[in-house]
């Protein structure tokens, strides 16, 4: 079983919805990043987080330490949003990431 | 700031040549690692390194070798090319602090082909 899953594998949605990304993962952790890949291939940092939430413009990502649990949602989807979803953490006490396999979003206009 | 620079950006090699792809920081990041990205699978760990001198095995690391002789330069050679090394490479970087861990940076990747 991986440390990291994520869920769902693939999305398809149409533009202006709101759309929820999970991730779970079965290890201790110091953070917990999420990043995203556009199809040219360039991954970038979305946000890294060890508690509560965060907010960036469209996107919020919340974490749940207890449950091992957290989820990147994305509201008023838009067709830039298309990309694939990355989940990693960062296991307590190391520098090591270990990566979720990823999720790819399409939005359709 | 440039950010992390990685060269190249493709790559075709045979089967048994040698190649060094480059990493290079310059934002004074302790913690820098290289990753290959296969279909199906996450980004998988090669080697890392948590400052100048100092490089360890990651979860793949056979079949590359990597130093860092100063903080900014992260290189990893292939040494004998096999086709199960086609893959695209991602190098990071970070801050590395402990807890102070920032968030990663990532280079723009080098899709090689080995035939």
């Known amino acids: 079983k991986n440390e990291v899953e994520q869920s769902p594998q693939n999305l398809t949605a149409q533009e202006g919805e709101f759309i929820t990304i999970n991730c779970s993962y079965s290890?201790?952790?110091?953070?917990l990043h999420w990043l995203q890949q556009h199809p040219g291939g360039g991954i970038v940092s979305l946000f890294m987080l060890s508690s509560g939430k965060k907010k960036h413009g469209r996107l919020i990502a919340t974490i749940n330490i207890q449950e091992k649990h957290s989820s990147l949602h994305i509201t008023a989807s838009h067709p830039r949003d298309s990309a694939v979803y990355i989940c990693?953490?960062?296991?307590?006490?190391?520098?090591?990431?270990?990566f979720g396999k990823g999720m790819k979003l399409t939005v359709n206009p | 700031n440039a950010g992390v620079t990685q060269t190249p950006k493709f790559q075709v090699l045979k089967t048994g040549q040698s190649m060094t792809l480059q990493c290079a920081q310059d934002m004074n990041h302790e913690y820098m690692s290289w990753y290959r990205q296969d279909p199906g699978m996450g980004l998988r760990l090669i080697h890392y390194s948590v400052g100048a001198g100092i490089t360890d095995q990651g979860e793949v690391p056979n079949g590359y070798n990597v130093s860092r002789s100063t903080t900014e330069d992260f290189p990893l050679r292939l040494l004998l090319a096999a086709p199960s090394q086609t893959s695209v490479y991602f190098c990071?970087?970070?801050?590395?602090?402990?807890?102070?861990?920032?968030?990663?940076?990532f280079g723009q990747g080098t899709r090689l082909t080995v035939v």
């Open positions: 290890v201790g952790i110091s953070a």
């Open positions: 990693a953490v960062r296991r307590g006490g190391s520098e090591k990431l270990v």
């Open positions: 990071a970087s970070s801050y590395s602090a402990g807890l102070s861990a920032t968030e990663a940076f």
